[in-house]
């Protein structure tokens, strides 16, 4: 609480220690005690542990339910109900306690849903509801119920995921994610975020779902990514080879994903100016969305319109000339490299470039790019319509490095005659190979080498040093073993 005002102070003590009745007058200045107390978990502490804290909340958001009211002094309750540090206050109970206490009245949460339905909050309101909505939905069955059923409406999450606001968008995702994964009648895991799903709009649950190209969502969030150690992965305790073999690739596909989005961040923040850095790549500005593209030799994409001649062109003559130089000079706008569109300070998508050189040579050029997966494509879109114009900023990401491989990995298949997962698993130590070769000795390796050039009409004698020798020995007794160093080379 704002200790310059100690009337607000007073009128909070007295309210929840029952020695002053909420009346109207006072009901604003209650939840304003409330939303500027200085030490949110020693105030939520106050309210619950009181004779009638839980009734005048309550009462406070029931008495005046106008749209008004919403956007006012309980957009500034729920906004400071929001602090992190109340999260896990009483392992999580306190917090849950006081929120039930707010929506127990059908009053309020009626007209909160009815205004967020008729559009009519504010922005900083909607994101406030949709976070209330998240702490609902993760109650108990049997007290969720209700909040489920309408986060399952057609509307609910559909709106919020149109929200600018990436807090907004990010709850939206988390409601959609645990509505789809669990049965209303389950119980909401305390570990759900681990599962993929809800981070951004690129993190389906599915790996093979998602999008090489990143999101600017993706690129936004601060989300830690879904990766498991090999730790993690021992803890699933598979014992099916074809289980390990889908743990593995998929495992492996975010690792080296993430790689790539590293890569990108680090690139846009730089190109950005809020990190240190060299800028690398072209930028060109001034761009109209104008048409959609289509060959023959590429995916459809989006035909953009230059504002302005490019610099490139600066000393060709005609059409010819500019087709002439940008055959010969083909690290301009290579095709297929990668970048983004931008929009002032926003990220509208990030793309790769489609190398059309009778479109670039055009007087104004035209640059043809192609987008991700469905859900880029909307929101791509969806994100243009706001936009008068765009710049191209290209990145340095090798994109050409990681996407044949993420793809490959995506493709492929659990091997049904995968050794029995022997490269899978933790601690990695050699596994005897099965039947007789395991009782092979060195001596009887040795003398089958020895009496190989009687036996095969060799021209020359064959014969091993030690390391060659035990590098043999290990082919012939171990279900899988890593010779090092090409023909003709000692191992270390």
């Not at 967020?116 to 994101?127: G, K, V, W």
């Not at 093979?208 to 600017?216: D, G, H, K, M």
């Not at 395991?438 to 089958?448: G, K």
């Not at 043999?472 to 191992?491: E, R, S, W, Y």
Request: with cysteine; charged share 25%.
């Amino acid at each position: 609480m704002d200790s310059r005002n100690p009337r607000l102070k007073k009128i909070f003590d007295d309210i929840v220690s029952g020695e002053r009745q909420l009346i109207d007058p006072l009901v604003s200045h209650f939840i304003q005690s409330i939303s500027t107390h200085s030490d949110p978990a020693a105030c939520l502490h106050t309210i619950i542990t009181s004779e009638r804290g839980l009734e005048a909340i309550q009462t406070a958001v029931c008495s005046n339910p106008s749209t008004e009211a919403l956007n006012g002094d309980v957009a500034d309750l729920l906004a400071y109900l929001r602090d992190s540090k109340l999260e896990y206050l009483g392992g999580g109970d306190t917090l849950q306690q006081l929120l039930r206490a707010l929506v127990d009245s059908s009053n309020f949460w009626d007209s909160l849903v009815s205004a967020f339905s008729t559009d009519q909050l504010q922005q900083s309101m909607a994101r406030s509801f949709s976070w209330l909505l998240l702490q609902l939905v993760l109650l108990p069955p049997e007290l969720a119920e209700k909040y489920r059923n309408v986060a399952s409406g057609p509307d609910i999450v559909r709106t919020l995921l149109r929200s600018p606001d990436p807090e907004t968008r990010s709850n939206a995702r988390k409601i959609g994610h645990i509505i789809s994964l669990y049965p209303e009648d389950a119980t909401v895991p305390t570990d759900w975020s681990e599962a993929p799903g809800w981070r951004h709009n690129n993190d389906p649950y599915s790996y093979r779902e998602v999008s090489i190209l990143p999101t600017p969502d993706e690129i936004a969030s601060t989300e830690r990514p879904h990766l498991r150690t090999i730790d993690e992965i021992d803890d699933l305790e598979l014992t099916s080879p074809m289980e390990m073999c889908k743990v593995h690739v998929e495992n492996q596909f975010r690792l080296l994903r993430e790689d790539l989005v590293h890569d990108t961040r680090e690139s846009v923040q730089v190109a950005l100016g809020n990190q240190r850095g060299k800028r690398t790549g072209d930028v060109i500005s001034g761009l109209t969305l104008t048409n959609v593209y289509a060959d023959d030799k590429s995916k459809w994409g989006l035909r953009f319109t230059c504002f302005a001649d490019l610099p490139f062109f600066s000393f060709a003559i005609d059409h010819e000339d500019r087709v002439d130089r940008l055959e010969k000079d083909r690290n301009y706008l290579r095709h297929g490299s990668f970048a983004y569109l931008l929009s002032g300070n926003e990220i509208v998508a990030f793309v790769t470039i489609i190398r059309d050189v009778y479109l670039l040579a055009r007087k104004p050029p035209a640059i043809a790019v192609q987008l991700g997966g469905s859900a880029t494509i909307r929101d791509t879109l969806s994100r243009l319509r706001r936009c008068s114009l765009v710049s191209l900023v290209q990145i340095s990401t090798p994109l050409f490095a990681y996407e044949p491989i993420l793809r490959s990995l995506q493709a492929i298949q659990p091997i049904p005659f995968l050794l029995d997962g022997t490269l899978l698993v933790k601690p990695h130590i050699p596994r005897a190979a099965p039947g007789d070769l395991s009782d092979v000795n060195q001596e009887d390796v040795s003398n089958f080498i020895r009496d190989l050039p009687t036996s095969t009409d060799a021209q020359t004698p064959i014969t091993l040093d030690d390391a060659q020798m035990r590098a043999f020995n290990c082919g012939l007794t171990q279900k899988v073993a890593l010779i090092q160093g090409p023909p003709g080379t000692h191992p270390p």
